[in-house]
């Protein structure tokens, strides 16, 4: 085929370089595709003589979409040039196999993982030296990837590490001088490794391959050029090897390159004044040191685009220009405006600045939903912010549209990751109720038992095991779920039978096989065992046992499915580096999984709706859509933070020659600049995230002054409508106010055993009632209740009680030592660990004091005749016959009568809540005279106390002599009235009706909707 035969004849230039662009706002794949249709269709044959070069695998495949999209319907059939990763930015892309065939000569590349765990072994040797800080595998594991990040620097920027050795430590913050010394080491010995292991750094092959092409199609280095035509398109050649392959290959009669919109438009004054942070910096950079200063008069635009820049480019152009050439700002836009049209620049340009997070999520997830309203139309979000994409791929679920994020789901949050961290935090403890339980109720667990019979068998355990904890072991949880009247030292519940929500009933035969089932498993982690491969391998086996089915094995449900697949492959790539990895024990091994299977993303498999894509900036680079929704434009998001790495200063990269951290806010601008310039395109930020304000993009705020100079915000500017939008879109009609619940049930259904204490809970919360002893709902006790809040006063309780019953006469030497012994057989019986122990025991010995103070004046007075014990009185009022129960914690018998005593470890009463909110002791009283106790005869009333057993000066409430015989008249005179008030059908049982004597939170506020109604005032009032 001569020259003028040739499909690429009119591009070939013998004095410049085969350079070409495709600007911004244009499509990048369809242009090229539909070009190379157009020079090939006398023959298509040959064009599957054409390799193209593109930078990611995305990219890849949407130019295969491409052709499809413009090819001719009448034709046949076409053969599609190769089309193939180059790998500068695609990290996971396979090389193209020309490259791979130059490979031989190459040492093999390490795995991403052998990588990491060598490196993360080098940061423990170097904690154990002292270089840096001690730290555990889980923290050596983040620090090597840290670690990985500046070794990809040095060898895609071909940086060798002897730079480091001309770092002068003098000139630098002192604190730099032990990394320095640390990077060093590691620098030293991580060629050696590799050396030792005859294997090549991943980042090092992918360089040292593209450098092995350039040479082996490079004429000046000997190579041989290819015979067909080969095009390097969509890269900005950030990594050097490839910028080198790019200058080769546009200077081969048969080579071409085209960049990603590069700006023809800025005048040469504004071009030479960019910097780092600018969108052209990158592709300047490119011209300017990989092409020989070419002029970007020499780039020429790529056959089919548009030879005029759209009003949009210019606008664009001037809202990025360098900052240093903004002097003149205000010229260059009347300069525009003069000679194009803002109108037509901002046709199909729309800004959305949501107030929260959420509502940009929804904001976005509406404009998708709307598009595919038109038919054959298509939506892209561009974002790098990733809770963003998630937030919005849910919210698309409302409408039943599945989209897919290109960034996938982190392996650790899938159902099958997340139950494997379940698992292995069980496993470190088995008797914890709260991992033993979240385990069990993980969808993919069934422990070999059958699907319906799993539920209830859940239930079951879940009733059992809240509370306080069970004691240590798979004995603590038979003792637990055994029953039993005495199954917990310091039982909670209290003695009413109304009120007591356990049972002395033991769990059924399937609960107790599911615990041995469960033992059985729990005994495949070996605590002596020391070995990563073990605790791996045990691990790995519960897991699998624990997902089984009555009919199907674990390892088929736990390895099935999306992430399944994704966690055998990483799990089988763990067992295969475990000799890189330290001895552990098994909670080391635990805390460390996390972090061993960070990294590892789970994407979908092409599920998501066909016209809907989520992507991140760096794979949309490419892309095209009906729609392009720029989202997240926050400064710190979109771009992010110049941040530098964990090792190097700023002028420490700098004096090795290692790029700018301006250089990524400059990627990141060309990214938007590349999506800004779609036809149709929407900006969205959230001016809020989280309980912060945020700062909107950079790029946003020129733009947005630009419009605000020339009064066309508000045609862009779509905030509002949104807004409404989303307000239509959950708007539920008028709302209902609701009010408090007022339930009336029929007398006969009403309560007529009440405790005393229940009697307070009548004044102050007469539906907390209603609720436990009509509904018969009783609250479920929380899990691992904290001993110190759940069951303090009854540690308490029991000490005193004993001591009481031991010595009711005399009181012996050395109380303290008799009642810290007391407590130490106590703290045995109950299971209290060791830490609640030590923070008990700090106040113990100052209420040993006190009580044995208290004791020896009581018996001076009298002896103990009631020691926690239990008292009814019967009465009838009103025609209906009522009791009344109480336990006394002590009464003692004085010569003036008895004398009733209450302990209490929280607040006490005061005189005027005793005497109006908190009858407990004046009924009790009651009861005792009118002989409800079988311990003591019904006598006259001496006073009762509440007394605090715990606090410097043990404050007391105490009523003695007449005053405490009136308040118990009165109190059984209110007590009369309280019973017949609700003993009528139409007195409802109100929540919380009294303001000022409200409980701060009730067991059954939820219930009673309490929230909704008190906000709206309705809160009733005294009755």
């Given at each position: 085929m001569?020259?003028?035969?040739?499909?690429?004849s009119?591009?070939q230039?013998?004095d410049?370089?085969n350079?070409?662009?495709i600007?911004?706002?244009?499509?990048?794949?369809?242009?090229?595709?539909?070009?190379?249709?157009?020079r090939?269709?006398?023959d298509?044959s040959g064009?599957?003589?054409?390799?193209?070069y593109?930078?990611?695998?995305r990219?890849v495949?949407?130019?295969m979409d491409?052709?499809?999209?413009?090819?001719?319907?009448?034709?046949?059939?076409?053969?599609?040039?190769?089309i193939?990763?180059?790998?500068?930015?695609?990290e996971?892309a396979?090389p193209?196999?020309?490259?791979?065939a130059?490979a031989d000569g190459?040492p093999?590349?390490?795995?991403?993982?052998?990588r990491r765990?060598?490196l993360?072994?080098?940061?423990?040797?170097?904690?154990?030296?002292?270089?840096?800080?001690?730290a555990g595998w889980d923290?050596?594991l983040?620090?090597?990837?840290e670690l990985?990040?500046?070794?990809?620097?040095f060898?895609?920027?071909d940086i060798?590490f002897e730079?480091?050795?001309?770092?002068?430590?003098?000139?630098?913050?002192v604190h730099?001088?032990k990394?320095l010394s640390?990077?060093?080491?590691?620098t030293?010995?991580?060629?050696?490794?590799?050396?030792k292991?005859?294997?090549?750094?991943?980042?090092?092959?992918r360089?040292?391959?593209?450098e092995?092409?350039?040479?082996?199609?490079?004429?000046?280095?000997?190579?041989?050029?290819p015979?067909?035509?080969?095009i390097i398109?969509?890269?900005?050649g950030?990594?050097p090897a490839?910028?080198r392959?790019?200058?080769t290959?546009a200077?081969?009669?048969d080579?071409?390159?085209i960049?990603?919109g590069?700006?023809?438009e800025t005048?040469?004054?504004?071009?030479q004044?960019i910097?780092?942070?600018h969108?052209?910096?990158g592709?300047?950079?490119?011209?300017d040191?990989?092409f020989?200063?070419v002029a970007?008069?020499?780039?020429?635009?790529?056959?089919?685009c548009?030879a005029?820049?759209?009003?949009?480019?210019?606008l664009l152009?001037?809202v990025?220009?360098p900052?240093?050439?903004?002097?003149?700002?205000l010229?260059?836009l009347d300069?525009?405006?003069?000679g194009?049209?803002?109108?037509?620049?901002?046709?199909?340009?729309?800004?959305v600045?949501?107030?929260?997070s959420?509502?940009e999520?929804k904001a976005v997830a509406?404009?998708?939903r709307e598009?595919?309203?038109?038919?054959?139309?298509s939506?892209?979000l561009?974002t790098?912010d990733?809770?963003l994409?998630?937030?919005?791929?849910?919210?698309?679920?409302r409408?039943n549209?599945?989209?897919?994020?290109?960034a996938?789901?982190?392996f650790?949050?899938?159902p099958?990751?997340?139950?494997?961290?379940?698992v292995?935090?069980?496993?470190?403890?088995p008797?914890h109720?709260?991992s033993?339980?979240s385990v069990?109720?993980?969808?993919l667990?069934?422990?070999g038992f059958?699907?319906?019979?799993?539920?209830?068998?859940v239930?079951?355990?879940d009733?059992?095991?809240?509370?306080?904890?069970?004691g240590v072991?798979?004995?603590g949880?038979?003792?637990?779920?055994?029953?039993?009247?005495e199954?917990?030292?310091?039982?909670?519940a209290?003695?009413?039978?109304?009120?007591g929500?356990?049972?002395?009933q033991?769990?059924?035969?399937q609960?107790?096989?599911l615990?041995d089932?469960?033992?059985?498993?729990?005994g495949l982690v070996?605590?002596?065992?020391?070995?990563v491969e073990?605790f791996?391998?045990a691990h790995l086996?519960?897991?699998?046992?624990?997902?089984a089915?009555?009919?199907?094995d674990?390892?088929q449900?736990?390895?099935s499915?999306?992430?399944?697949e994704?966690?055998?492959?990483?799990?089988?790539?763990?067992?295969e580096n475990?000799?890189?990895?330290p001895?552990?024990?098994?909670?080391?091994?635990?805390?460390a999984?996390?972090?061993?299977?960070?990294g590892?993303p789970?994407?979908g498999?092409?599920?998501?709706?066909p016209?809907?894509q989520?992507?991140?900036?760096?794979?949309?680079?490419?892309?095209?859509?009906?729609?392009?929704?720029?989202g997240?434009?926050?400064?710190?998001?979109?771009?992010d933070?110049?941040r530098t790495d964990s090792?190097?200063s700023?002028?420490?990269?700098?004096?090795?020659?290692?790029?700018?951290?301006?250089?990524?806010i400059g990627?990141?601008?060309h990214?938007f600049?590349?999506?800004?310039?779609s036809?149709?395109v929407?900006?969205?930020?959230?001016k809020?995230?989280?309980?912060a304000?945020?700062?909107?993009?950079?790029?946003l705020?020129r733009?947005k002054n630009?419009?605000?100079?020339?009064d066309?915000?508000?045609?862009?500017?779509?905030?509002?409508?949104?807004r409404?939008?989303?307000?239509?879109?959950?708007?539920?009609?008028?709302?209902r106010?609701?009010s408090?619940?007022r339930?009336?049930?029929?007398?006969?259904?009403r309560p007529t055993?009440?405790?005393?204490?229940?009697?307070e809970?009548?004044?102050?919360?007469?539906?907390?009632?209603?609720?436990l002893?009509?509904l018969?709902?009783?609250?479920?006790?929380?899990?691992?209740?904290d001993?110190d809040?759940?069951?303090?006063?009854?540690f308490?309780?029991s000490l005193?009680?004993?001591?009481?019953?031991?010595?009711?006469?005399?009181t012996p030497?050395?109380?303290?030592s008799?009642l810290e012994n007391?407590?130490?057989?106590?703290?045995?019986k109950?299971?209290?660990?060791e830490?609640v122990?030590?923070?008990?025991?700090?106040?113990?010995?100052?209420?040993?004091?006190?009580?044995a103070g208290?004791h020896?004046?009581?018996?001076?007075?009298?002896?103990p005749?009631?020691i926690?014990?239990?008292?009814?009185?019967?009465?009838?009022?009103a025609?209906?016959d009522y009791?009344?129960?109480?336990r006394?914690?002590r009464?003692?018998?004085?010569?003036?009568?008895a004398?009733?005593y209450?302990?209490?470890?929280g607040?006490?009463?005061?005189?005027?809540?005793?005497?109006?909110?908190?009858?407990?002791?004046q009924?009790t009283?009651?009861?005792?005279?009118?002989?409800?106790?079988?311990?003591?005869?019904?006598?006259?009333?001496a006073?009762y106390?509440f007394?605090?057993?715990?606090g410097?000066?043990n404050?007391?409430t105490?009523v003695?002599?007449?005053q405490?015989?009136e308040?118990i008249?009165?109190?059984e005179?209110?007590?009369?009235d309280?019973l017949?008030?609700y003993?009528d059908?139409?007195?409802?049982?109100?929540?919380?009706p009294?303001?000022?004597?409200r409980?701060?939170?009730?067991?059954?506020d939820?219930?009673?909707?309490r929230?909704?109604?008190?906000a709206e005032?309705d809160?009733?009032?005294d009755e």
């Amino acid at each position: 085929m001569n020259v003028r035969q040739h499909p690429f004849s009119d591009l070939q230039c013998t004095d410049t370089l085969n350079l070409f662009t495709i600007p911004s706002g244009q499509p990048f794949l369809g242009t090229l595709a539909r070009d190379l249709l157009q020079r090939y269709a006398p023959d298509p044959s040959g064009l599957s003589d054409v390799t193209i070069y593109l930078p990611t695998r995305r990219a890849v495949r949407g130019l295969m979409d491409a052709f499809l999209a413009v090819c001719p319907p009448d034709n046949k059939s076409v053969l599609l040039p190769l089309i193939r990763t180059l790998g500068d930015l695609d990290e996971e892309a396979v090389p193209p196999a020309q490259m791979l065939a130059l490979a031989d000569g190459l040492p093999k590349p390490l795995s991403t993982i052998t990588r990491r765990l060598s490196l993360a072994q080098f940061v423990m040797k170097a904690a154990q030296n002292g270089q840096v800080a001690r730290a555990g595998w889980d923290m050596a594991l983040a620090s090597a990837d840290e670690l990985a990040g500046l070794l990809d620097s040095f060898y895609a920027e071909d940086i060798a590490f002897e730079a480091l050795q001309d770092l002068v430590p003098a000139q630098h913050a002192v604190h730099w001088d032990k990394t320095l010394s640390f990077l060093k080491v590691v620098t030293q010995i991580w060629p050696e490794y590799l050396e030792k292991q005859d294997a090549a750094d991943p980042a090092a092959y992918r360089r040292d391959l593209i450098e092995t092409f350039r040479c082996a199609i490079d004429p000046v280095e000997g190579g041989q050029p290819p015979k067909h035509p080969i095009i390097i398109a969509g890269s900005t050649g950030s990594m050097p090897a490839v910028a080198r392959l790019m200058r080769t290959v546009a200077g081969l009669p048969d080579g071409f390159v085209i960049l990603p919109g590069l700006d023809l438009e800025t005048d040469d004054q504004a071009w030479q004044q960019i910097e780092d942070p600018h969108p052209q910096a990158g592709l300047k950079h490119l011209l300017d040191h990989h092409f020989g200063n070419v002029a970007r008069s020499e780039v020429r635009l790529w056959p089919g685009c548009d030879a005029a820049p759209t009003d949009r480019q210019k606008l664009l152009s001037l809202v990025l220009r360098p900052a240093e050439a903004t002097a003149d700002w205000l010229v260059q836009l009347d300069k525009f405006t003069s000679g194009a049209s803002l109108a037509k620049a901002l046709e199909g340009v729309s800004l959305v600045e949501a107030d929260t997070s959420y509502a940009e999520a929804k904001a976005v997830a509406m404009a998708m939903r709307e598009t595919l309203t038109h038919p054959d139309r298509s939506a892209l979000l561009v974002t790098p912010d990733r809770e963003l994409a998630r937030r919005v791929s849910l919210i698309l679920e409302r409408w039943n549209i599945a989209v897919d994020d290109s960034a996938g789901v982190p392996f650790a949050n899938t159902p099958c990751g997340n139950f494997l961290r379940l698992v292995i935090v069980w496993l470190t403890d088995p008797s914890h109720p709260v991992s033993l339980l979240s385990v069990l109720k993980h969808p993919l667990c069934r422990a070999g038992f059958s699907a319906p019979d799993w539920p209830g068998l859940v239930s079951e355990l879940d009733f059992r095991l809240r509370g306080l904890r069970p004691g240590v072991g798979f004995e603590g949880l038979r003792a637990r779920c055994a029953g039993g009247p005495e199954w917990d030292a310091l039982d909670t519940a209290e003695d009413e039978p109304q009120e007591g929500q356990r049972t002395t009933q033991p769990v059924s035969v399937q609960a107790q096989a599911l615990l041995d089932r469960l033992e059985e498993i729990a005994g495949l982690v070996q605590q002596e065992d020391q070995s990563v491969e073990a605790f791996l391998t045990a691990h790995l086996q519960a897991a699998g046992q624990l997902a089984a089915t009555e009919d199907e094995d674990g390892r088929q449900r736990l390895w099935s499915g999306t992430d399944g697949e994704t966690g055998a492959a990483f799990m089988r790539s763990l067992y295969e580096n475990t000799d890189l990895m330290p001895d552990l024990d098994l909670e080391q091994y635990a805390d460390a999984f996390p972090a061993m299977i960070a990294g590892a993303p789970v994407r979908g498999k092409g599920r998501g709706h066909p016209r809907l894509q989520i992507l991140g900036p760096l794979e949309a680079r490419l892309q095209h859509a009906d729609l392009v929704i720029l989202g997240g434009l926050n400064e710190g998001t979109w771009p992010d933070e110049a941040r530098t790495d964990s090792f190097l200063s700023r002028p420490m990269r700098e004096a090795i020659g290692l790029p700018s951290p301006e250089r990524r806010i400059g990627l990141a601008a060309h990214d938007f600049a590349q999506g800004a310039g779609s036809p149709s395109v929407l900006l969205t930020r959230a001016k809020q995230k989280g309980r912060a304000p945020t700062k909107p993009s950079r790029w946003l705020v020129r733009l947005k002054n630009i419009l605000t100079a020339t009064d066309t915000l508000n045609s862009v500017d779509r905030s509002a409508q949104y807004r409404a939008w989303d307000k239509a879109l959950d708007a539920k009609g008028a709302a209902r106010l609701c009010s408090s619940p007022r339930p009336c049930p029929p007398a006969d259904s009403r309560p007529t055993v009440l405790p005393v204490t229940k009697i307070e809970k009548l004044l102050r919360d007469p539906y907390h009632i209603y609720a436990l002893y009509i509904l018969g709902l009783k609250k479920l006790e929380s899990f691992d209740l904290d001993p110190d809040r759940a069951v303090r006063g009854r540690f308490y309780h029991s000490l005193f009680a004993r001591f009481a019953g031991d010595y009711p006469e005399t009181t012996p030497d050395h109380p303290e030592s008799i009642l810290e012994n007391y407590a130490q057989d106590l703290f045995a019986k109950a299971n209290v660990s060791e830490e609640v122990q030590v923070y008990w025991r700090a106040r113990m010995q100052e209420s040993f004091i006190w009580f044995a103070g208290f004791h020896a004046d009581t018996l001076k007075r009298g002896k103990p005749i009631v020691i926690e014990g239990k008292g009814t009185y019967s009465f009838t009022d009103a025609g209906r016959d009522y009791t009344l129960t109480a336990r006394a914690d002590r009464i003692d018998q004085y010569g003036e009568g008895a004398f009733i005593y209450d302990y209490k470890t929280g607040r006490i009463p005061s005189e005027k809540q005793d005497a109006k909110f908190s009858p407990q002791l004046q009924l009790t009283g009651l009861i005792l005279q009118n002989g409800g106790f079988a311990e003591a005869p019904a006598d006259r009333i001496a006073g009762y106390a509440f007394l605090k057993v715990l606090g410097g000066n043990n404050d007391k409430t105490e009523v003695v002599d007449d005053q405490a015989r009136e308040n118990i008249l009165m109190a059984e005179e209110k007590l009369r009235d309280l019973l017949s008030h609700y003993s009528d059908p139409s007195t409802p049982y109100r929540s919380q009706p009294r303001p000022f004597y409200r409980d701060d939170y009730g067991d059954y506020d939820h219930l009673a909707r309490r929230p909704e109604w008190s906000a709206e005032g309705d809160e009733g009032g005294d009755e």
